[in-house]
C-alpha cells in the first residue's frame, strides 16, 4: 500500500486532476457542437444514414487524428503492452453506434434539446460502474460522496423536468419512443465506459484505444446500416441521394472525435464518476446550439422555456457538484490496487499500468520512440482529401439557422481545443 | 501476478492447463511479456489472453447492454 501512495505524488495527481477537469469541460464544448448536424434528420434523410456518415467521420477522424499527433508507431507500441485491450475497444466501439443511432431516433421524436439531457444519464450509470468495478470513491470521505450522490440527484431531477417538457408537446406514442431510445443511448453510453476505464487504469493512451474502437464502430454501424436501409443497394442509393450534405455529417463525426478524445483524457485522469458528468456539459452546449442557432423553442411558450432551461440547468449543477469533488489520496490508492488488479489479470508490465496511472507513458515509450513515418503522413492525407472532396461536392443545408450564433460557438470551441490541448501536451505529452 | 513457485503468470499456467487437458505436449517455459516467443508460445499467449478476458466478469456488462441496445433499437425503428 505503501508502496502505491508514493508511485504518484501528491503534487502531480493536483496536476493530473486539473488538466483531466480542464478536459471534461473541453469534451463538453466540442461533443455539444457535434449533434447540430444531426439536425439534417429534419430535411428526409434517414436516421441509420447520418449516424453512418458520422461514425465515417469518426473513423477518419480516430486515424488521422492520433497518427498526426503521436504516430502510429505509438500505438503499436501500445498494441504490444497490452493486446487484450483490442478485444475491449472493438466491443465498445460496438456500443457507440447503437446508441448513436438511439439519439438520432430520439431527436427526431423529442427534439435536440430534450433528448440531449436525456441521453446524459450515462453520467449516472457510468458513475454506478466506477463505484462497483473499479474503486471510485473508496475512501473518498463523507463530503465526497454527498456531492457525487447530490450531483446525481439534482441529475435525475434536471432530467424528470424535460420529459415531462417532451409529454407535453408532442404526441403520446412518439415521446414514449423517443424518451426510450434517449434513456437507452445513456445506458449503452453509460457502460461503454467500462471498457475505457479499464484500459486507462491499465496504463493504455487513449488515442490509442480510440483507434481500435472505431473498428468494431464502423462495422457495427455498416452492419445497421444495411439491415435498416434494406440492403446494400439501397444503402448505396440513399447515400447517393445524400452525397451534398455528406460534408456535414462527416464533420459532425470529427467534431465529435475531438470532443471524445478529451473525454477520455478526463475519464483516464480524474476518473468516470467525474469525467463523464463534466464531460456532459454537452448538455448547455447542446441546449446553445439547439436555441440560439436552429431556434428550437422558437414560438413556443414561456413555461416551456423555463421548464427546459430548469431542467438544462438543474442537472448541469449536479454534474458541477460531482465534478468539483476531487480525487483523495487515499482515493487514488484503490484506483491504483484496481489498476495492479487488472495488470495482473492480463499479465501486463508492471512498469507500464504505473507509467500510465501517473500520466508518465511517454518516458517509457521514449525508449523506443520512433519519428512519424510515412505511413502517418499517408493516413493524414488520406482524411484530408476525403474532407476535401466532400466539401468540394456539399451544399450549405437548408435549414433556417443563426449563422452568427455558430460562429460565436465555433470560436469558444476552438479556445477550449488551444487551451486543452496545450495544457496535455505540457503535463502529459498526450500521454 | 507470477506465481511464486514457477515464475510464470497465472493466465498463462492456466492456457498450459487448457492445453495439457487436451492431450497436448507443452513446453513450460512461457515469457508472460510475451516479447519473442516461438510460434507455440504466442499461440498459447493469444488463448490466454482470450480466456483471461471471457474469465473476467466484467467483459459480460457490456455485452448484455449491447443486446439491450439492439433490443430498444429494433422496437422504436
Redesign the interface.
Known amino acids: 500500500m505503501d508502496q502505491l501512495t508514493r508511485a504518484v505524488s501528491v503534487g502531480r495527481l493536483r496536476q493530473l486532476q486539473s488538466v483531466g477537469i480542464l478536459c471534461g469541460f473541453g469534451a463538453g464544448a466540442w461533443l455539444g457542437a457535434a449533434e447540430a448536424p444531426t439536425k439534417l434528420v429534419t430535411l428526409g434523410i434517414p436516421p441509420v444514414i447520418v449516424s453512418l456518415l458520422m461514425v465515417a467521420g469518426v473513423f477518419l477522424a480516430r486515424w488521422s487524428v492520433p497518427a498526426l499527433i503521436r504516430g502510429t508507431g505509438q500505438v503499436g507500441w501500445d498494441l504490444r503492452q497490452a493486446p487484450h485491450l483490442v478485444i475491449w475497444a472493438v466491443l465498445a466501439g460496438c456500443l457507440w453506434p447503437v446508441a448513436n443511432t438511439l439519439t438520432i431516433f430520439a431527436i427526431r421524436d423529442v427534439g435536440l434539446s430534450i433528448a440531449f439531457p436525456l441521453w446524459n444519464i450515462n453520467s449516472l450509470i457510468g458513475i454506478f460502474w466506477g463505484i462497483t468495478l473499479f474503486n471510485e470513491l473508496h475512501h473518498a470521505g463523507a463530503r465526497r460522496w454527498f456531492a457525487v450522490l447530490g450531483g446525481a440527484a439534482l441529475m435525475f431531477v434536471g432530467a424528470c423536468l424535460l420529459a415531462y417538457a417532451s409529454a407535453t408537446q408532442i404526441t403520446p406514442a412518439h415521446a414514449v419512443r423517443g424518451v426510450a431510445a434517449a434513456l437507452m443511448a445513456g445506458v449503452l453510453w453509460g457502460t461503454m465506459y467500462v471498457p475505457y476505464r479499464k484500459a486507462y487504469l491499465t496504463g493504455m493512451n487513449p488515442l490509442s484505444f480510440v483507434a481500435f474502437f472505431t473498428i468494431g464502430e464502423l462495422l457495427t454501424m455498416a452492419l445497421l446500416a444495411v439491415a435498416y436501409s434494406g440492403g446494400w443497394e439501397a444503402l448505396v442509393w440513399q447515400l447517393g441521394q445524400s452525397r451534398t450534405v455528406l460534408f456535414w455529417l462527416l464533420l459532425g463525426g470529427f467534431v465529435w472525435v475531438i470532443g471524445d478524445v478529451f473525454q477520455q483524457y478526463a475519464a483516464k485522469y480524474v476518473g468516470i464518476s467525474r469525467g463523464i458528468p463534466l464531460s456532459n456539459t454537452n448538455q448547455l452546449w447542446g441546449l446553445a446550439w439547439g436555441i440560439f442557432v436552429f431556434g428550437e423553442l422558437h414560438g413556443r411558450g414561456a413555461g416551456l422555456h423555463l421548464l427546459v432551461i430548469g431542467g438544462s440547468i438543474t442537472m448541469a449543477a449536479g454534474a458541477g457538484a460531482i465534478a468539483l469533488s476531487s480525487v483523495s489520496g487515499q482515493e487514488h490508492v484503490r484506483w491504483q490496487e484496481a489498476a495492479h488488479r487488472e495488470g495482473r489479470r492480463y499479465s501486463v508490465s508492471m512498469d507500464y499500468v504505473q507509467s500510465g496511472l501517473s500520466g508518465e507513458a511517454f518516458v517509457l515509450q521514449s525508449k523506443t520512440m520512433q519519428p512519424r513515418r510515412k505511413l502517418d503522413w499517408l493516413i493524414v492525407c488520406a482524411a484530408t482529401a476525403v474532407f476535401v472532396w466532400m466539401a468540394a461536392i456539399c451544399r450549405v443545408p437548408d435549414v433556417r439557422a443563426n449563422w452568427t450564433s455558430a460562429l460565436l460557438l465555433s470560436a469558444l470551441s476552438l479556445v477550449f481545443l488551444m487551451a486543452c490541448g496545450m495544457v496535455l501536451w505540457r503535463a502529459t505529452r498526450f500521454s | 501476478?507470477p506465481d511464486k513457485s514457477t515464475g510464470r503468470?497465472?493466465?498463462?499456467i492456466h492456457s498450459c492447463k487448457m492445453l495439457r487437458s487436451r492431450g497436448r505436449l507443452v513446453v513450460l517455459s512461457i515469457n508472460?511479456?510475451?516479447?519473442h516467443l516461438p510460434d507455440d508460445h504466442a499461440e498459447i499467449h493469444q488463448r490466454?489472453?482470450?480466456s483471461?478476458?471471457l474469465h473476467?466478469s466484467?467483459?459480460w456488462?457490456?455485452?448484455v447492454?449491447?443486446f439491450?441496445?439492439?433490443a430498444?433499437?429494433h422496437?422504436?425503428?
Open positions: 501476478m503468470s497465472r493466465a498463462a508472460s511479456t510475451g516479447a490466454s489472453m482470450l483471461a478476458v473476467d466484467h467483459f456488462i457490456p455485452v447492454v449491447l439491450m441496445g439492439l430498444v433499437l422496437w422504436i425503428s
